[in-house]
């Protein structure tokens, strides 16, 4: 797999059939569904897909929800397949925009403390570690007893 050659990030909107394939990610990646918090009462949120090629089928996402000034990524995917690519730091860049346009204060996230990747990608993107939250996730499924690092970044570095 090539590094985001003819990659698109766009947001879904009323894509049905891309919602869905997102939705299939999220189960397959994560050990439980990230993504129907992004479909709470919360509004409006916001969802990016990236397909490796324009038109084909969605290899990663990152769902966004607001919460008072903060933009909260509440999952941020990438297909097995398709990870090293690029295609996780260009759905990151995508929600930061979200959040400029949007007139966030500031973005956060969790992730597992376990997550050494993710924690570097994330803290390459100006990305601090707030507050580590003990057992935020299933300790039978992530390790350091299921913690967690809620990490947060200004909206405009």
Not at 32 to 61: C, I, K, N, T
Not at 124 to 133: K, P, T
């Amino acid at each position: 797999m090539g590094r985001l050659d003819g990659s698109v990030i766009e947001p879904v909107g009323a894509d049905l059939v891309a919602l869905a394939q997102a939705y299939a990610l999220d189960v397959t990646v994560f050990p439980h569904s990230s993504l129907p918090v992004v479909f709470g009462l919360d509004l409006p949120p916001v969802l990016f897909v990236a397909r490796a090629e324009r038109g084909g089928p969605v290899v990663g996402f990152v769902g966004l929800r607001a919460k008072d000034d903060v933009l909260e990524i509440c999952g941020l995917a990438v297909d097995p397949a398709h990870r090293r690519t690029g295609l996780g730091r260009a759905l990151l860049k995508a929600a930061l925009r979200s959040a400029r346009q949007r007139g966030f204060a500031r973005v956060a996230l969790q992730v597992s403390t376990g997550n050494a990747a993710a924690i570097v990608l994330y803290e390459s993107e100006g990305f601090r570690r707030a507050a580590r939250l003990a057992g935020f996730y299933s300790p039978q499924r992530f390790p350091d007893g299921g913690d967690a690092w809620r990490m947060v970044r200004r909206a405009r570095l």
